[in-house]
Antibody, heavy 124, light 107 residues
Framework: QVQLQQSGPGLVKPSQTLSLTCALS??????????WNWIRQSPSRGLEWLGR?????????DYAEFVKSRITINPDTSKNQFSLQLNSVIPEDAAVYYC??????????????WGQGTWVTVSS | EIVMTQSPGVLSMSPGERATLSCRAS??????LAWYQQKPGQAPRLLIY???TRATGIPARFSGSGSGTEFTLTISSLQSEDFAVYYC??????????FGQGTKVEI
């Protein structure tokens, strides 16, 4: 079955870059039947979609407006994974970060497979 | 951005009872509405998409209904494993897909 395995540090210093990776098994990051998303969750802000990448003859990227200037999502086809980079982090970026697959059955807007989550703390 | 509002915030129920959770959108969603269940320490799990279609492996006691701006998740007979937090999410105006703040179903 499809699984997403997250990795990356759980502690980031303010102003530095948060970097997480999501490795796929049972599906391909180059699949034309899926999108690959990053979502975060905090007690103060709830669940927030951050961005996605997907392949449809070429790579596409969408980002939420509130992080657009600081975020990069990159696919890595050689390792069948995708990554999140969030620059210039602030304490309000502390959250549990999830990677998730967008479901073709739901028009790619609902998320049917999730990673295990990474709790990220922002502190010096 | 579409704002999603869930009610009630907390639903106190007993096993075997019927639970009804509501989700209201600030704009019409054309049935592009999903429901998720989340248990402590776990990622959300997709229950319903397209307002009323159960995701793979989801028991029939979970059902979704509604259209336009008003949606409902019904759990016909609560099992012990159903006590959790439930979120709705719109994906009509995308991106972003915005989530509600959640309804906690507790014993």
């Amino acid at each position: 079955q499809v699984q997403l395995q997250q990795s990356g540090p759980g502690l980031v210093k303010p102003s530095q870059t948060l970097s997480l990776t999501c490795a796929l098994s049972g599906d391909s990051v180059s699949s034309t039947s899926a999108t690959w998303n990053w979502i975060r969750q905090s007690p103060s802000r709830g669940l927030e979609w951050l961005g996605r990448t997907f392949y449809r003859s070429k790579w596409y990227y969408d980002y939420a407006e509130f992080v657009k200037s600081r975020i990069t999502i990159n696919p890595d086809t050689s390792k069948n994974q995708f990554s999140l980079q969030l620059n210039s982090v602030i304490p309000e970026d502390a959250a549990v970060y999830y990677c998730a697959r967008g479901s073709m059955g739901a028009g790619f807007g609902a998320f049917d497979i999730w990673g295990q989550g990474t709790w990220v703390t922002v502190s010096s | 951005e579409i704002v999603m509002t869930q009610s009630p915030g907390v639903l106190s129920m007993s096993p075997g009872e019927r639970a009804t959770l509501s989700c209201r959108a600030s704009q019409s969603l054309n049935s592009k509405l999903a429901w998720y269940q989340q248990k402590p320490g776990q990622a959300p799990r997709l229950l319903i998409y397209g307002a009323s279609t159960r995701a793979t492996g989801i028991p029939a006691r979970f059902s979704g209904s509604g259209s336009g701006t008003e949606f409902t998740l019904t759990i016909s007979s609560l099992q012990s494993e159903d006590f959790a937090v439930y979120y709705c999410q719109q994906y009509n105006k995308w991106p972003p897909g915005t989530f509600g703040q959640g309804t906690k179903v507790e014993i």
